[in-house]
């Protein structure tokens, strides 16, 4: 999906949620989960942060965008600090492990209806999530990336190896 195509459809879904009473973070989660999962299968790092950047004006504490952006800067081999520590300064882990925790149940769907504002407006054991574990599995396993300690423990978070995780940022 192009990116006017990404706009066209979030004019749409705020339309959609004029008439059915959506916040316009909800408006924007949904209309961003459309796209980034094609968007992060081809690498297209430059959209992708377009798209976090749409969602973090939409939702300040968007979870999803900060992971997203953590993620990009591995990949591009930038510095993570600044993220990795707001990402942590916002306790996001506790979201984020609360979030695989519960997309584990059987009656995943159920759980997110009830509460979808506890996940961000993003569906339990979406593509989007999948999508990072396997990339953040693929970082760990690489022989081109020499990664920090925090981003070790960070791509054993996103990856869902919480032990590993904990044992990682514990081991300061």
Same mark, same amino acid.
Not at 21 to 44: F, G, M, W, Y
């Given at each position: 999906?192009?990116?006017?195509?990404?706009?066209?459809?979030?004019?749409?879904?705020?339309?959609?949620?004029?008439?059915?009473?959506?916040?316009?973070?909800?408006?924007?989660?949904?209309?961003?989960?459309?796209?980034?999962? /094609?968007?992060?299968?081809?690498?297209?790092?430059?959209?992708?942060?377009?798209?976090?950047?749409?969602?973090?004006?939409?939702?300040?504490?968007?979870?999803?965008?900060?992971?997203?952006?953590?993620?990009?800067?591995?990949?591009?081999?930038?510095?993570?600090?600044?993220?990795?520590?707001?990402?942590?300064?916002?306790? @996001?882990?506790?979201?984020?492990?609360?979030?695989? /925790?519960?997309? *584990?149940?059987?009656?995943?769907?159920?759980? @997110?209806?009830?509460?979808?504002?506890? @996940?961000?407006?993003?569906?339990?054991?979406?593509?989007?999530?999948?999508?990072?574990?396997?990339?953040?599995?693929?970082?760990?396993?690489?022989?081109?990336?020499?990664?920090?300690?925090?981003?070790?423990?960070?791509?054993?978070?996103?990856? /869902?190896?919480? *032990?590993?995780?904990?044992?990682?940022?514990? *081991?300061?």
């Amino acid at each position: 999906m192009s990116f006017i195509r990404l706009f066209a459809l979030i004019i749409l879904l705020s339309i959609y949620q004029s008439v059915h009473c959506q916040t316009p973070c909800e408006t924007i989660t949904k209309a961003s989960i459309q796209v980034l999962p /094609d968007l992060l299968k081809k690498n297209d790092f430059e959209k992708i942060q377009k798209v976090c950047n749409t969602m973090q004006s939409s939702c300040p504490n968007s979870e999803l965008a900060l992971r997203l952006e953590i993620l990009i800067q591995i990949i591009q081999k930038e510095n993570t600090d600044n993220s990795i520590n707001n990402y942590l300064d916002q306790q @996001y882990e506790s979201i984020l492990i609360t979030r695989y /925790d519960d997309a *584990a149940h059987k009656d995943y769907e159920k759980i @997110y209806t009830n509460n979808p504002e506890k @996940y961000q407006f993003l569906p339990l054991n979406s593509a989007i999530d999948s999508l990072i574990q396997v990339k953040a599995k693929a970082l760990l396993n690489s022989h081109q990336y020499t990664l920090t300690r925090n981003e070790t423990a960070m791509m054993y978070l996103f990856a /869902d190896y919480i *032990a590993n995780f904990y044992n990682e940022i514990n *081991a300061y």
